[in-house]
């Protein structure tokens, strides 16, 4: 028997217009989109294996691609057996484009946020960017959670503190870890994408 995939994840592009400390996307040498005929057979494949299952879009930055994005959200329209679609983003490259596919598929988008801003600024760029996306996420309506990285825990708890404290409308939801991933540094082989 088969297995049953039930979690299915689409690096849709290679490309960022960011380059974290910790991540591979700014080293690679060849940065491609994921095909078409990619997009389709691996949602087919998770389809036709499971009665239900969810897709997250990742990357690189997935907003850089809004055709593969509606690629994936139509060919799992088809199959009629996706529960839900994720999104994940450094919100700040949210075209009024990407905004509309956001809202018309109710995607669950989740924004990389490190912390305060000059804790983002170093291990991302762009800080100011990324808190003027999620303040437009916010005032658009559109529901997102934010997912961080806990590169060192003293640091990590005050930037938690930072989050809550700081981002009004964060205050009051619900916390939680969903994926503990502990990762050796020093070692440019353990680089990866950190969204
Ligand atoms: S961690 Fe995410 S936002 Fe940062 S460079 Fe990699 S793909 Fe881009």
């Not at 809004?66 to 199959?79: M, N, R």
Request: glycine share 6%; aromatic share 8%.
């Amino acid at each position: 028997m088969n297995p049953q995939i039930r979690y299915l994840i689409l690096a849709l592009t290679d490309r960022c217009n960011l380059k974290c400390s910790t991540c591979y996307r700014g080293d690679s040498l060849s940065l491609e989109d994921m095909s078409g005929d990619t997009i389709r057979q691996s949602i087919h494949i998770a389809a036709t294996s499971a009665p239900s299952f969810h897709l997250q879009l990742t990357g690189g930055e997935p907003p850089l691609v809004p055709s593969a994005i509606e690629t994936a959200v139509k060919a799992v329209q088809k199959t009629g057996r996706c529960q839900s679609i994720g999104i994940q983003t450094n919100a700040t490259w949210l075209t009024p484009s990407i905004f509309s596919l956001f809202q018309a598929h109710q995607l669950k988008v989740g924004v990389s946020l490190d912390g305060p801003p000059e804790i983002h600024e170093q291990q991302r760029g762009m800080a100011a960017e990324t808190l003027r996306g999620l303040q437009r996420l916010e005032n658009a309506g559109i529901s997102f959670g934010v997912t961080r990285n806990l590169f060192v825990m003293p640091a990590a708890l005050r930037a938690w503190q930072w989050i809550r404290k700081e981002i009004y409308f964060l205050a009051a939801r619900p916390w939680e870890i969903r994926h503990f991933q502990p990762a050796m540094f020093g070692n440019p082989d353990s680089k990866r994408c950190s969204c």
